[in-house]
């Protein structure tokens, strides 16, 4: 079992920053990758930052070169710098965790998640 805790969610203006972070806890043998996904009510939730366990990271279109997505190993913890925001990333912003638990087996473990709303 994988527990994820959010943090770092809250009220900007346009054009300001925020830095999401996400602790993992828990029982689990790894973890191999973790990312950020945002979801709007009644929309499916969406992919926002990828990073694996060799540092390799995805984003989507609508976030690159605004978004960073960064780990430390040593606090089991996923970080999301977001700069230049923009209403349009108004979501709850949800911690993603594929790991694989001490069995040795694959799982996925959701957060909370964490509000982000951005003013015009």
């Known amino acids: 079992q994988v527990q994820l805790v959010e943090s770092g969610g809250g009220l900007v203006q346009a054009g300001g920053s925020l830095r999401l972070s996400c602790a993992a806890s828990?029982?689990?043998?790894?973890?191999?990758?973790m990312a950020w996904y945002r979801q709007a009510p009644g929309k499916q939730r969406e992919l926002v930052a990828r990073i694996t366990s060799g540092g390799s990271t995805n984003y989507a279109d609508s976030v690159k070169g605004r978004f960073t997505i960064s780990r430390d190993n040593a606090k089991n913890t996923v970080y999301l710098q977001m700069n230049s925001l923009k209403p349009e990333d108004t979501y709850v912003y949800y911690c993603?965790?594929?790991?694989?638990?001490?069995?040795?087996?694959?799982?996925?473990?959701w957060g909370q998640g964490t509000q982000v709303t951005v003013s015009s």
């Open positions: 993603n965790a594929d790991v694989d638990n001490i069995r040795g087996l694959p799982r996925t473990s």
């Open positions: 828990g029982m689990f043998r790894r973890i191999n990758a």
